[in-house]
């Protein structure tokens, strides 16, 4: 089975740029976290959606935002970019217990 | 908010037992997580507990104690392999808005 995947893997941008990052869940997970990392740091939650709707959002600022589409995929947006920005983003999905949740490889974001 | 510590850094020897533990103070608690992270990647889940007490998986076993806001995740008879970041995260609440600590970077030496 395939695990949670996420595309782009890499990406450069400048100050100011929006960006678009891509997450497909593990089949038949209905939830899908957004985590950003930062070199040296613990994933920080940004956004968790669950059947299309947001259950959740972090202490991000409104120049992110997300969404579910109905096959349970989901994309992270990002306005305005900042250098502080650069970051890994991370996908996790989980299942209707959410015993876990699953990470993607990541999408590592750099913005210059 | 949510405080989750962990050591940065810990070193051991092929073949050895290393500890690694954290402390959180959270909001809520229903749940904690150990993941392994190796450079570059994405995290990987190693264990979940809910309950006191030690949960065993191979080599590695990971505790927790509820009242004392701790938990410990033990990794024995080292490999090389298992050099890499090992994060804790807490589950505030029952629905899986994970809050992670920094992270403790364990580095193997032959």
């Known amino acids: 089975d395939a695990g949670v995947t996420q595309s782009p893997t890499h990406l450069i941008k400048t100050r100011g740029q929006h960006v678009t990052l891509r997450c497909s869940p593990i089949?038949?997970?209905?939830?899908v976290s957004w985590y950003q990392q930062v070199l040296g740091q613990g994933p920080q939650f940004i956004f968790q959606?669950?059947?299309?709707?947001?259950?959740g959002r972090g202490n991000f600022p409104d120049r992110f935002s997300a969404r579910q589409f109905p096959n349970y995929s989901s994309e992270l947006n990002v306005n305005a970019l900042l250098l502080g920005d650069s970051a890994l983003y991370l996908c996790?999905?989980?299942?209707?217990?959410?015993?876990?949740?699953?990470f993607g490889p990541g999408t590592r974001l750099l913005v210059l | 908010g949510q405080n989750i510590d962990q050591p940065t850094e810990m070193t051991a020897t092929e073949g050895a037992i290393v500890q690694i533990n954290c402390t959180y103070q959270?909001?809520?608690?229903?749940?904690l997580f150990w993941y392994q992270q190796h450079a570059g990647e994405a995290p990987t889940f190693l264990s979940y507990?809910?309950?006191?007490g030690l949960e065993e998986k191979g080599r590695f076993s990971s505790f927790l104690s509820r009242s004392k806001g701790y938990s410990y995740l033990l990794l024995k008879e080292l490999q090389m392999k298992d050099s890499a970041s090992y994060l804790c995260?807490?589950?505030?609440?029952?629905?899986?808005?994970?809050?992670f600590g920094a992270g403790t970077t364990v580095t193997v030496r032959a």
């Open positions: 996790a999905s989980s299942g209707e217990l959410q015993e876990t949740q699953y």
């Open positions: 089949s038949g997970h209905k939830s």
């Open positions: 959606y669950y059947e299309k709707e947001e259950r």
């Open positions: 959270t909001s809520g608690f229903n749940g």
């Open positions: 507990n809910v309950l006191d």
């Open positions: 995260a807490v589950n505030p609440s029952n629905d899986y808005k994970l809050s």
